[in-house]
């Protein structure tokens, strides 16, 4: 009987093109957290539809791709504590139970910030400015309090949230202009005292700026100087197409990892609208009025600049993939398009695309593109 030989090489061919077919269903099929596994957390912001369950489509994005979770607005004071010693924890204890269970890294946003904070913090029944000590006991009693009541269930808070002016100074708040720079070490260890494992960070937008990632960093080494616990830096991720550049985000990134603390982008988007002026930031008390050329995509993106948009998204998550080593979190502001402040901010009225599912709730390319640069990082 005779045995006919195998073409080993068509063989070889065959198994090859299996393969490349197996890499790219799996590729296809794979999610973010996933692809991201062992680089960093890929987390997302919850609105209060998320967070009770209306909004069942976003919850099915939110559990197939994401396995960290940040309140948008309900854990902010207004929220919370809208009259003095009366807390509202509704809403928030949703959004805990929502990380429980399903097993996210569940971050608190946030304790001390100037702004979404209740007129009543800072002054008396006459509205006149309180004194530091009463002012020190109110936000350390609304520490105590939230922190406190998600002792082990929240992972890690914003402790102190936008401190900090784009030249390196300390903004003039309430908070600094009644207890003075001390506000920022007070409230991390207040925080400390309340939940001692609790991971706590300080965040801040337009940190690539110079003058302000200088001033982040001295303030951070005074900090530590004096004993205080911070673990981690959150970066605000709110880019527009050209600001800021991926090498002054990098340099940030780098000078805050040599503190020996964590480093987050928080608050990630990407929007594609014209800013009203450049080096926009993200302060909320910016009020632009609304005006056409401001708004040219009402009715969706063209290819080319659609494609711009994938790019420079992309030269983001490549810059967060190269220094996975020092990231330890990426947190996208929203889950789709329709649902970001960006359409609101800093020109009411206008239509914006900056984020990683569309309005359909569909991924856009850049979700397969940021898990194919993924899988080929070792």
């Given at each position: 009987?005779?045995?006919?030989?195998?073409?080993f090489?068509v063989?070889?061919?065959?198994?090859?093109?299996?393969s490349?077919?197996?890499?790219?269903r799996?590729e296809?099929?794979?999610?973010?957290?996933?692809?991201l596994?062992g680089?960093f957390?890929?987390?997302?912001?919850?609105n209060?539809?998320?967070?009770?369950?209306?909004?069942?489509?976003?919850?099915?994005?939110?559990?197939?791709?994401?396995?960290?979770?940040?309140?948008?607005?309900c854990m902010?004071s207004?929220?919370?504590?809208?009259?003095?010693?009366?807390?509202d924890?509704?809403l928030a204890?949703?959004?805990?139970d929502?990380?429980?269970?399903?097993?996210?890294f569940?971050?608190?946003?946030t304790?001390i910030?100037?702004?979404q904070?209740?007129?009543?913090?800072?002054?008396?029944?006459?509205g006149?400015?309180?004194s530091?000590?009463?002012?020190?006991e109110?936000?350390?009693n609304?520490?105590?309090?939230v922190?406190?009541?998600?002792?082990?269930r929240?992972?890690?808070?914003?402790?102190?949230n936008e401190?900090m002016?784009?030249?390196?100074?300390l903004?003039k708040s309430?908070?600094?202009?009644?207890?003075g720079?001390d506000?920022?070490?007070?409230?991390?260890?207040?925080?400390?005292e309340?939940?001692p494992?609790a991971e706590?960070?300080?965040?801040?937008?337009?940190m690539?700026?110079?003058e302000?990632?200088?001033?982040?960093?001295?303030?951070?080494?005074?900090?530590?100087?004096?004993g205080?616990?911070?673990?981690?830096?959150?970066?605000?991720?709110?880019m527009?197409?050209?600001?800021p550049?991926i090498?002054d985000?990098?340099e940030s990134?780098?000078?805050?990892?040599?503190?020996?603390?964590?480093?987050?982008?928080?608050?990630?988007?990407?929007?594609?609208?014209p800013?009203?002026?450049?080096?926009?930031g993200?302060d909320?008390?910016?009020?632009?009025?609304?005006d056409k050329?401001?708004?040219?995509?009402?009715?969706?993106?063209?290819d080319d600049i659609?494609?711009?948009?994938?790019?420079?998204?992309?030269?983001?998550?490549?810059?967060?993939?190269k220094?996975?080593?020092?990231?330890?979190?990426?947190?996208?502001?929203?889950?789709?398009?329709?649902?970001?402040?960006?359409?609101?901010?800093?020109v009411k009225?206008r239509?914006?695309y900056?984020?990683l599912?569309?309005?359909?709730?569909?991924?856009?390319?850049?979700?397969?593109?940021?898990?194919?640069?993924a899988?080929?990082?070792?």
């Open positions: 009987m005779r045995i006919r030989s195998f073409n090489t063989v070889f061919l065959f198994v090859v093109l299996l490349n077919c197996q890499t790219n799996n296809s099929e794979m999610t973010l957290k996933e692809a596994k680089k957390l890929i987390g997302v912001a919850l209060a539809d998320q967070i009770t369950g209306r909004d069942t489509a976003g919850i099915r994005v939110v559990q197939q791709h994401f396995n960290s979770i940040v309140a948008e607005n902010k207004e929220s919370l504590q809208p009259q003095e010693g009366k807390f924890f509704s204890d949703q959004f805990v929502f990380g429980e269970k399903n097993n996210m569940t971050v608190g946003h304790l910030w100037h702004s904070t209740p007129r009543w913090f800072f002054v008396d029944e006459n006149n400015d309180v530091r000590e009463v002012l020190i109110r936000m350390k609304h520490i105590t309090t922190v406190g009541r998600y002792k082990g929240v992972h890690g808070w914003d402790v102190v401190a002016e784009d030249d390196g100074s903004r309430k908070f600094y202009q009644i207890i720079e506000f920022i070490r007070l409230a991390f260890e207040f925080a400390h309340a939940d494992d706590l960070y300080y965040n801040d937008y337009s690539a700026k110079k302000k990632r200088e001033g982040v960093v001295k303030m951070v080494k005074n900090l530590q100087a004096e205080v616990k911070i673990d981690g830096i959150g970066m605000q991720g709110h527009t197409m050209d600001f550049t090498e985000f990098e990134m780098l000078a805050f990892a040599d503190l020996g603390v964590k480093v987050m982008v928080t608050e990630f988007d990407l929007s594609v609208l800013p009203p002026r450049r080096d926009l993200a909320l008390s910016l009020d632009y009025t609304y050329n401001l708004n040219p995509f009402p009715d969706g993106l063209p659609a494609e711009k948009w994938h790019n420079r998204c992309l030269d983001f998550f490549r810059l967060f993939l220094h996975s080593d020092k990231i330890d979190r990426v947190t996208i502001w929203g889950v789709n398009d329709a649902q970001s402040w960006r359409n609101y901010w800093p009225g239509t914006d900056p984020l599912f569309d309005r359909n709730y569909q991924p856009k390319p850049i979700v397969e593109a940021i898990i194919k640069e899988l080929a990082v070792n």
